[in-house]
């Protein structure tokens, strides 16, 4: 008997040796190289769903247009980060981390579009029974929902031939096989040919299909990067799961604009859509306290208010801390340096925390102005202004810079009762830092002045 070939194979970035490394040369990831059996090359899966109208190449201008068809789910915040609704046989990708709501908002969508067709929901990590008892808390009564326990591919295209169904929902794709793969479910070779083989399959029958997938420890979609080109939409489920709401953004959308964001309330019942997510967040913000700030982010097409809190404290060790979440850590880096350098704060013998409450990461440079108006609010100990709200990238000269879509920002501050902190002075020209931060800070109650930088 011939012995099997093998090849071991980074199940983060799918990088292959022909023997075993501790760290992975191309991603630098420890302890990810997993053996695999080499598969033969003719049991691949082709993409036959491609069908050329001919063998020369034709002119741009002489390609028809064809209208896409979309089904509405009656979940207005997913219809819009969906570009309008599902497009009929597109396939999406769903990740998130363990716990955040995947299958419970999959199985609610699945009841939204059972009303359009058939649903096949294939489960390979949960019972027919859990997914019963689940439903059943969401008050989910539909027959037109299928629940297969399966994670043979093979045998799942059976049924998909037999039942003929409208929308496809596979939970999840880490955990499904195809059998001629010898490599264990989860590999990057499982990954990649069965998300091959279920796009190929979606594709030639037009069944609109929604695959789950699971994230890794840096919150990045698991297995090789091939999985997120062959899809149309990828969504990503983010959110402390300490709070109990969660906020899902489309990374990719072939059929609408990426970055939009849809909010959503965790309940006993299930998710529940935020109408107005900038009330949302600033429903619990503390009015009149050092270091919090209102900002308005931009995402994809939606503004939306943020509370920005910033914590400076003594520093106990002699190198201090500077902890961020929500933004870059280098951004905060060069934002305290500007501060050192125009306002003369003495941050380097101060620990500093900043935090974008709500979970919400921004990476947009609009955040500047917020996170370095929060640190001088803490450090001076005195409150923002508590009707205003702000935004501006800063300069390593000290200026606040204009950003994009001001208009469409002012008039979101504007309608949840705040005013936009001007960027301009009387002379249309810049503010620099200094003097923002002086006109955006209250004054002093009790008649004193600005508490004086401690010297170093």
């Not at 009929?88 to 059972?114: A, C, H, M, N, Y």
């Not at 019972?127 to 297969?148: C, D, G």
């Not at 990719?252 to 964001?261: L, M, P």
Request: glycine share 8%; net charge positive.
């Amino acid at each position: 008997m011939a012995k099997k070939k093998t090849v071991y194979v980074c199940q983060s970035c799918g990088y292959k040796s022909p023997t075993w490394s501790g760290k992975c040369p191309e991603c630098g990831e420890w302890g990810t190289f997993v053996e695999e059996v080499i598969s033969k090359p003719t049991n691949k899966v082709s993409f036959s769903w491609i069908n050329a109208s001919s063998e020369k190449p034709t002119p741009i201008t002489e390609i028809s247009e064809t209208e896409k068809e979309r089904y509405l789910s009656r979940i207005e915040e997913f219809d819009r980060v969906a570009g309008g609704g599902v497009v009929k046989g597109s396939v999406s990708l769903l990740s998130g981390e363990p716990g955040i709501g995947k299958s419970t908002f999959l199985l609610q969508l699945s009841e939204k579009l059972s009303n359009y067709g058939k649903v096949l929901y294939v489960s390979a990590e949960e019972s027919p029974q859990q997914i019963s008892m689940r439903a059943r808390r969401l008050e989910i009564s539909t027959p037109n929902i299928l629940v297969l326990a399966n994670n043979n591919l093979e045998e799942i295209k059976k049924s998909i031939e037999k039942e003929k169904p409208t929308f496809l929902v596979i939970d999840s794709i880490q955990t499904i096989y195809l059998p001629h793969i010898e490599s264990a479910a989860g590999s990057v070779s499982q990954v990649r040919e069965g998300t091959a083989f279920i796009t190929n399959l979606s594709k030639s029958k037009g069944i609109t299909t929604f695959i789950v997938g699971h994230v890794n420890k840096e919150g990045s979609i698991a297995g090789p990067k091939v999985l997120e080109h062959i899809v149309d939409a990828v969504y990503q489920f983010e959110g402390d799961r300490g709070h109990n709401f969660r906020i899902l953004k489309a990374l990719k959308n072939r059929f609408g604009s990426t970055g939009e964001i849809a909010v959503f309330q965790m309940e006993e019942k299930g998710l529940k859509e935020v109408k107005n997510p900038s009330l949302f967040f600033l429903s619990e913000r503390p009015v009149g306290k050092p270091g919090s700030v209102i900002y308005c982010s931009i995402e994809g097409t939606r503004p939306l208010l943020l509370e920005v809190q910033a914590l400076v404290s003594r520093a106990v060790f002699s190198t201090p801390q500077r902890r961020a979440k929500g933004i870059d850590a280098n951004r905060l880096s060069i934002i305290i340096a500007v501060l050192e350098k125009e306002l003369g704060y003495p941050l380097r013998n101060f620990d500093v925390f900043v935090n974008i409450i709500g979970g919400v990461k921004i990476k947009e440079p609009a955040v500047d102005f917020p996170v370095a108006l929060a640190i001088a609010s803490s450090y001076l100990g005195k409150p923002v202004k508590k009707d205003i709200a702000v935004f501006g990238e800063i300069g390593l000269s000290g200026e606040i810079r204009s950003v994009r879509l001001e208009e469409m920002r002012i008039k979101e501050i504007e309608k949840n009762g705040f005013q936009a902190f001007s960027l301009q002075n009387k002379n249309n020209k810049l503010k620099l830092l200094k003097e923002a931060v002086k006109l955006a800070i209250e004054e002093q109650q009790n008649g004193g002045s600005y508490r004086k930088p401690v010297k170093p």
